[in-house]
């Protein structure tokens, strides 16, 4: 692999099938080539010679003999160099490589129906980074497979004719793009358009008759900004996601470590330098710079600044006193940005800057994301699997759906994990529209699911599902 090496590719499995139950005998599975870019067939060869060691699958040597497909694509790049003597205090150009980046698949069949997604990015300390991309692709996909049948079959039922239109947080906007797009191809007789603008803006929207749906990270967002009204909306998860705290520490290739208390004190403009001895306390053997901390934050009105906030006061007393849980925060200190975009442009720009924004811009970005502390004292980095942890061990779920999912009690949980909210009307006259949204949630909940996790959101609880599907009778 050579130093930032993008990884384009696609690629293509067929699964074991079932009826009642799943059959003893494997489909087939076929492995496109990937899209021509330096080292791609190299990854390409590391997937399929682990992917010849499931029993679950046999390879095919052309797609239209293949049963099921699954596309990706995603980068990996080297961020910098471990130093072969950690004592020399600095990182050089010729050590062991540090790898960051990611990759998306996509189980589909035929069809084009996503039947199961996945996010993998490279262990810590991976020497050979395709190899352990293609383990851990195998791995996850093996442990899929007797799921897979169950969770793809759900039929839409024909709509009518409408355009539904919605607007609210950016933080889940890269899922529902993608759900707007695929429910499209699903159902025809449905357009959705669906704006991007911030929690507040949005529900102002809905709130102004000018939506037929809202979305925020916040379950609170009604009562903050039209508390009168709360009764005529109802909340409905959609995805669970992370925030994660994004650095751009110059020279800094390892995952940089922060508590609580550290953020906190960034934050409230009382950490300044990233040789704060709080933060060098938490990073033992990280040569953290003299270097002023530049504090992003969102300027406008935002549910993951909800998120953050809210784990900054259950986190933090002086914070809880001082600020509190927010939708639009009268910020200590720092820079404003606009959306969760806007946040990782602003930090990838700016040597010592920190800022905060849903996992995939992280990613995307190419940005360095901190391991955060949780309540045992773990430091955990987000990914799907430290969030499923968190969203499994948090309190049961309401049937009015207000759950705070951040500072989980679970060991390896992710502390800042957020479900995310679409805001419906209880009530919609139009019976095209109301048919429509029903239809459109309906899917949400099913196929739309095993859609996520290739932009890095989780899936739903099994039981959150159940109690929504009985929450939208509740629409009229």
């Known amino acids: ?57 046999s390879l095919v040597t052309a797609e239209k003999q293949a049963d099921v497909i699954l596309g990706g694509g995603g980068e990996i790049w080297i961020k910098g160099y471990r130093s072969l003597n950690p004592r020399s205090g600095r990182e050089p150009a010729n050590g062991t490589p540090v790898y960051d980046g990611f990759l998306s698949v996509e189980l589909r069949d035929q069809k084009g129906e996503t039947l199961w997604s996945d996010l993998v990015t490279p262990g810590a300390g991976a020497e050979n980074v395709g190899k352990d991309l293609a383990k851990r692709i195998a791995k996850h996909l093996a442990e899929a497979l007797p799921k897979v049948e169950a969770a793809s079959v759900n039929s839409v039922l024909p709509q009518p004719s409408t355009v539904l239109k919605g607007a609210g947080a950016t933080f889940p906007f890269p899922v529902y793009s993608k759900w707007v797009t695929n429910y499209r191809r699903v159902n025809a007789n449905v357009e959705i358009d669906y704006e991007p603008v911030g929690s507040v803006a949005g529900i102002q929207k809905l709130l102004a008759g000018a939506m037929d749906f809202g979305a925020s990270d916040s379950p609170e967002v009604i009562h903050d900004l039209a508390p009168n009204q709360q009764d005529q909306f109802l909340l409905f ?36 330098k990233w040789n704060d001895p709080i933060l060098k306390e938490a990073n033992r053997g990280i040569h953290l710079p003299n270097l002023d901390i530049v504090v992003i934050h969102r300027e406008d009105g935002s549910g993951t600044s909800y998120a953050w906030t809210d784990y900054l006061s259950k986190t933090s007393p002086e914070w809880k006193d001082k600020v509190g849980p927010s939708l639009a925060p009268k910020w200590p200190s720092g820079r404003a940005a606009a959306g969760n975009d806007g946040v990782a442009k602003l930090v990838k720009e700016l040597g010592g800057s920190i800022g905060y924004v849903e996992f995939i811009y992280a990613l995307d970005n190419h940005l360095s994301f901190a391991r955060v502390q949780n309540r ?42 957020s479900f995310t909210w679409l805001v419906i009307p209880k009530h919609i006259a139009s019976d095209d529209k109301r048919q429509a949204l029903a239809g459109f949630l309906r ?24 109690k929504e599907e009985v929450a939208l009778l509740k629409i009229h």
């Open 376 to 417: 045992h004292g773990e430091f955990v980095g987000a990914s799907l699997e430290s969030m499923a942890i968190a969203a499994r061990e948090s309190v049961s779920v309401n049937d009015d759906f207000k759950i705070s999912l951040v500072d989980p009690p679970g060991f390896g949980a992710y502390p800042i994990a």
């Open 1 to 57: 692999m050579t130093a930032r090496l993008v990884h384009r590719c696609t690629l293509a499995v067929a699964l074991l099938a079932t009826q009642a139950g799943m059959a003893s005998e494997a489909k087939r599975l076929y492995v496109e080539p990937f899209t021509t870019k330096s080292g791609s067939e190299r990854l390409r060869a590391e997937v399929v010679s682990e992917l010849r060691k499931l029993t679950s699958v």
């Open 443 to 466: 899917w949400m909940l099913g196929p739309g699911q095993q859609q996520a996790a290739a932009l890095g959101y989780l899936a739903l609880p099994k039981d959150v599902v159940s």
């Open 237 to 272: 998860p959609s995805v669970v996601g992370a925030v994660v705290p994004i650095v751009n520490v110059p020279g800094i290739p390892s995952d940089i470590a922060l508590t609580a208390q550290a953020l906190a004190g960034i934050y409230l403009g009382k950490i300044t």
